[in-house]
């Protein structure tokens, strides 16, 4: 079993930066591919970025890629989500999962989730 623990999460104006942290806990963290996804108010869960268990594949949204880094210490049983050039349009709950299988985009297949970590983007 895996437990995950989200952080760094805050308010920040447009065009600023966060970095997002996620910590687990067990022996089987390098085992897993790590996603994260967002929920908006009064919208879905969306898919955000997602890394292989060993860290040498990532996986981006359109909304992401260029803007959004994903990357994972397994020594530290931690993965991060590095966002750069925030907009309001991020703000948002995010979540980190965890999921043995390689449908990395689909939150209906992840086995673990945090309890998500709020982000504020202001105009």
């Known amino acids: 079993q895996v437990q995950l623990v989200e952080s760094g999460g805050g308010l920040v104006q447009a065009g600023g930066f966060l970095r997002l942290s996620c910590a687990a806990s067990g022996r089987t963290f390098s085992s897993y591919n790590l996603g994260w996804f967002r929920q908006a108010p009064g919208k879905e869960l969306e898919f955000v970025a997602a890394?292989?268990?060993?860290?040498?594949?990532?996986y981006y949204a359109d909304s992401a890629k260029g803007r959004f880094t994903i990357s994972r210490d397994n020594a530290k049983n931690t993965a991060y989500l590095q966002m750069n050039n925030l907009n309001p349009e991020d703000t948002a709950v995010y979540y980190c999962?965890?999921?043995?299988?390689?449908?990395?985009?689909?939150?209906?297949?992840?086995?673990?989730w945090g309890q998500g970590t709020q982000v504020t983007v202001s105009s």
């Open positions: 890394i292989s268990w060993g860290g040498s594949n990532t």
């Open positions: 999962a965890a999921v043995r299988g390689d449908n990395l985009s689909s939150d209906k297949d992840y086995d673990y």
